[in-house]
């Protein structure tokens, strides 16, 4: 199929930047240059603004019933689209188009759930401690338009994941996407504004992140800033935000430890840490990415991952039986390159992979290491493709220690058939999510989000819709 250019949308309408400039799109699974995207300039930037000041003028006004039908109706074009959608998405982005229409059809159901949380905003009657004559009431407004940036990785769910609650409790928003992946956020757009989106309500912009971002979060009608990305570049942005008194909410780095205790069902933990270790080549921020395997253990685990990365299916993610898709640009193949040297260097083993894939696209073998020593950069920084590191340990107290002696809280896993080390686990390991006997499973009901420096603020579950609210107190004396 054909891989269309995109275009700006501002204002219920899809435009060319102002001044005609445009980025190239290439595809990571050949190099070559598969379409354009419009780079918006100032004067754009000004026009989104103002349509979002006047979109949410009207959008705070209707009903939470009405902005859930149209949410809703969205939800059902996505569905409709999906082929398509997930097809558009292999192709700037890489991934499986099995993955791409996972990716997709989950957009859907976010839009579905949320577009029934914004029937659950509710404010409440506090009695009058002084004064049965006094009235006093919590209120919870929109909070106001939005500025949300959006990565590469998962171009749709991590958009849809600030639309859909933004939306819900009626605010306006401003997406910056991704320039490397434009068109599956143009899509998710698309199926909203075609969904009967008032003009204003939704805008959607490309072009210099850094431009754009600094015009955006400091400009007055922006209210609350919302990103996803890396943790050095969501500091910036955070202190951005706080010297104009934004909100802000923070889904940043992680660098996800795996336990696998003494006890573990060998096969369970194998077999799970490979299916999400592989996933999306690895650019997963809560991919599994340091593997603490108790003594008894580590050899035959490390032995069963490299034969199940060594089986991985690479290569484009258009062709049929294809499991793992490129990385998204020749910096991501550079930087598995020198994490692996690095390795080596300190010591590991290579079991698996550890090199370049042909000489066209981004291709990079799965990889396994053992015997990763805690100074090598692979344990310390967080990959972002497909490398998995694995080391031993003695007591799981050690690991645990280990586990929260990185900066990062995102994600974390673990393999236990203890009970009471399952409760540690829970109790003990710092991050915001924890899957324990199986791969990461989200839904639009949970939190998503991490604590230190993964960032703060939830993309899912109620507490979603919470950091789109603005909570007042109205107290009115009877006479």
């Excluded at 032995?303 to 991985?312: N, P, T, W």
């Amino acid at each position: 199929m054909t891989y269309p250019d995109t275009q700006l949308f501002i204002d219920g309408m899809w435009r060319a930047a102002s001044n005609g400039a445009t980025l190239p799109v290439v595809n990571p699974a050949t190099g070559s240059e598969i379409g354009r995207v419009a780079r918006a300039s100032l004067a754009d930037l000004d026009s989104a603004l103002a349509a979002a000041q006047r979109g949410f003028e009207t959008w705070r006004d209707m009903t939470s019933l009405t902005r859930g039908q149209i949410l809703r109706q969205a939800a059902t074009l996505v569905r409709e689209r999906a082929e398509h959608i997930a097809q558009v998405l292999t192709q700037e982005q890489g991934k499986p188009v099995s993955e791409a229409t996972g990716e997709t059809l989950a957009a859907a159901d976010i839009l579905d759930w949320f577009a029934d949380e914004g029937m659950r905003v509710y404010g409440r009657v506090v009695p009058s401690r002084r004064n049965p004559a006094i009235r006093q009431t919590v209120v919870r407004d929109p909070l106001g338009p939005v500025a949300a940036f959006t990565p590469w990785n998962f171009p749709i769910n991590q958009l849809v994941l600030k639309l859909a609650p933004a939306l819900a409790a009626g605010c306006s928003v401003i997406a910056k996407a991704a320039e490397e992946t434009p068109a599956a956020p143009a899509a998710l757009v698309a199926a909203l504004a075609d969904a009967g989106l008032p003009k204003g309500v939704l805008g959607l912009v490309y072009g210099d992140p850094a431009e754009i971002s600094s015009h955006l979060i400091a400009h007055p009608v922006i209210r609350k800033v919302t990103f996803t990305g890396s943790t050095a570049v969501g500091k910036q942005l955070a202190a951005l935000a706080g010297a104009h008194m934004k909100r802000v909410t923070m889904e940043l780095g992680g660098h996800a430890p795996v336990i696998v205790c003494e006890d573990a069902n060998l096969e369970l933990a194998v077999k799970s840490c490979g299916s999400a270790k592989f996933r999306n080549a690895g650019q997963v921020c809560i991919s599994p990415t340091r593997f603490l395997v108790h003594e008894s253990l580590v050899r035959p685990f490390s032995e069963a991952l490299a034969r199940q990365a060594q089986a991985v299916q690479v290569g484009n993610g258009l062709d049929p039986g294809t499991e793992m898709g490129p990385l998204a640009n020749p910096r991501r193949v550079s930087a598995m390159e020198d994490l692996v040297e690095d390795a080596q260097r300190a010591g590991a083993q290579l079991l698996a992979g550890g090199k370049r894939i042909g000489d066209a696209g981004n291709f990079w073998s799965p990889t396994v290491l053992a015997d990763v020593p805690l100074h090598a950069r692979v344990f310390n920084e967080e990959p972002f493709g497909p490398i998995a590191a694995i080391r031993s340990f003695n007591h799981l107290d050690d690991a645990i220690a280990e586990a929260n002696r990185l900066p990062y809280g995102l994600a974390g896993y673990g393999f236990t058939e203890s009970l009471k080390n399952a409760d540690l686990l829970g109790r003990k390991v710092e991050v915001g999510m924890l899957w324990l006997n199986m791969p990461a499973s989200t839904s639009p009901e949970l939190p998503f989000g991490g604590m230190k420096d993964s960032g703060y603020g939830s993309e899912g579950g109620p507490e979603a819709l919470e950091a789109y609210l603005s909570v007042r107190s109205v107290v009115v004396r009877n006479a």
